[in-house]
């Protein structure tokens, strides 16, 4: 069982920047793939960004290119989500993902999940 828990949201103007993070407990956090990803109202839950177990490698969404960079800390079993240049389509509910050894961009694929942190970015 891995417990995750998100922090590190709020409300932000567009432009600014936010830093997410998603600390695990419980079994060998690197033995999992981490993930971000966000829900906003009345829409799916999308990918935005994930890493390998090493951190070596990592994967992002068009849509977050070049603005956001996923990183780990596997010493403090932490994963964060640096978020800049935020725009108010980035808006959602941002939720911290584990997947047994290897990443993937389909969240039905992942076994456990954190509660998820609000962002809020206005106009």
């Known amino acids: 069982q891995v417990q995750l828990v998100e922090s590190g949201g709020g409300l932000v103007q567009a432009g600014g920047s936010l830093r997410l993070s998603c600390a695990a407990s419980g079994r060998t956090f690197s033995s999992y793939a981490m993930a971000w990803f966000r829900q906003a109202p009345g829409k799916e839950r999308e990918f935005v960004a994930a890493?390998?177990?090493?951190?070596?490698?990592?994967f992002y969404a068009d849509s977050v290119k070049g603005r956001f960079t996923i990183s780990r800390d596997n010493a403090k079993n932490t994963v964060y989500l640096q978020m800049n240049s935020l725009k108010p389509e980035d808006t959602a509910v941002y939720y911290c993902?584990?997947?047994?050894?290897?990443?993937?961009?389909?969240?039905?694929?992942?076994?456990?999940w954190g509660q998820g942190t609000q962002v809020t970015v206005s106009s």
């Open positions: 993902g584990a997947r047994y050894y290897s990443g993937s961009g389909f969240y039905q694929e992942y076994d456990y």
């Open positions: 890493i390998s177990r090493s951190g070596g490698s990592t």
